[in-house]
């Protein structure tokens, strides 16, 4: 007997992943995506220090090990909820619930969810996130969103990183937003250094709208 | 390497209708993958190997996998044409940058057999 199902694979997840997003409320979520070491926790540090005073913010920091990032957030005086996947390569909707279940929600505005370092697998599963944001550090090279379709489509806002490093690498930026335009052409782009912490008002003025407009949605 | 979840979640949700059917046994199982999802086919099928001995509804049961290619649409004359990478990519006909994607972004379980 054949069974026609037509049926989404993870159709799973995103039942998962709606429950979240009705459970995350007014809290504007963010789903940090990017390769390992293209400063996701140095961008997480520097927004959640530049912030603090304005916004109630949390993080649920997805690591395949170490509590490492979890205890440099930490140290910037925001609640954190370490997750480790023993291995696994992205944070699914249901790992999401369980983390998001250690927080309390309703006194959040803004909640960032730092992914596993991979360009490819964390860009399938919704979390039930506001935004996903493509960080991308461009000694990684200018080719990545034509190499990573998937993620910069899905992306919501693109961060390129470690900016001040461009005069010795050969990144060619017309190239690389060219392609993502052709990808994505709704997403805001914000060229930034995050260790040196050149660039980020307009990162930061962008988390301040989303926030108060995730706000006046709810109420 | 989230193919292992992937075919997780096609034999969770396969399952699923088939126990509410009284299937006891599924032969196989039949998916659609867009080629700009990034799900490698050698490895959905180990993937599905070995989480099928471990699971008698799927003993002996083969993966068949239907793999669609990355097609764009011309935003500004219509043209449908193949992506084979996304450098670079441009309308053959007009030369236009814009497009929005028709094909290629599948990730579904189309059928099943059993009985």
């Known amino acids: 007997m054949k069974v026609y199902l037509e049926q989404e694979i993870l159709q799973e997840n995103e039942h998962q992943a709606e429950e979240n997003r009705a459970r995350f409320g007014g809290v504007f979520v963010v789903n940090l995506i990017g390769s390992p070491g293209c400063g996701k926790t140095t961008l997480l540090e ?7 005073e304005e916004f109630r913010m949390a993080v649920i920091e997805g690591d395949i090990y170490t509590t490492k990032d979890a205890r440099r957030i930490e ?8 997750v480790n996947t023993a291995g696994g390569c992205h944070l699914s909707a249901e790992i999401t619930a369980k983390a998001a279940s250690n927080l309390n929600l309703g006194a959040l505005d803004l909640l960032f969810i730092e992914n596993v370092g991979n360009l490819v697998c964390p860009a399938e599963f919704d979390l039930g996130e506001d935004c996903k944001a493509a960080v991308l550090s461009i000694v990684e090279g200018d080719d990545k969103p034509a190499k990573y379709p998937l993620l910069f489509r899905e992306a919501g806002v693109v961060v390129l990183n470690k900016c001040d490093l461009q005069p010795y ?3 060619d930026m017309d190239s690389a937003l060219a392609d993502l335009r052709g990808l994505n052409a709704s997403a805001p782009v914000f060229s930034l250094s995050a260790a040196k912490g050149e660039g980020l008002d307009p990162w930061f003025d962008w988390l ?3 926030v ?3 706000k006046g949605r709810q109420t | 390497m989230h193919e292992m979840s992937l075919v997780q979640y096609a034999m969770d949700a396969v399952e699923q209708r088939a126990m509410g059917m009284g299937i006891r046994h ?12 990034g799900a490698l086919p050698e490895l959905m099928e180990y993937g599905f190997r070995v989480l099928s001995r471990s699971r008698p509804l799927f003993f002996g049961a083969v993966l068949h996998m239907e793999l669609r290619s990355v097609e764009a649409q011309c935003a500004d004359c219509g043209r449908r044409y193949g992506v084979r990478e996304f450098h670079g990519v441009a309308c053959p006909d007009c030369g236009s940058r814009v497009y929005t994607l028709v094909q290629g972004n599948e990730l579904y379980i189309e059928s099943f057999e059993g009985e």
């Open chain 1, 46 to 52: 520097k927004t959640l220090t530049a912030l603090k």
């Open chain 1, 75 to 82: 140290a910037c005086g925001v609640s954190v909820v370490q």
């Open chain 1, 169 to 171: 690498t050969n990144f």
């Open chain 1, 208 to 210: 301040r709208s989303a």
């Open chain 1, 212 to 214: 108060a407009e995730k």
């Open chain 2, 26 to 37: 599924v032969r196989g199982v039949y998916l659609v993958i867009g080629e700009m999802r």
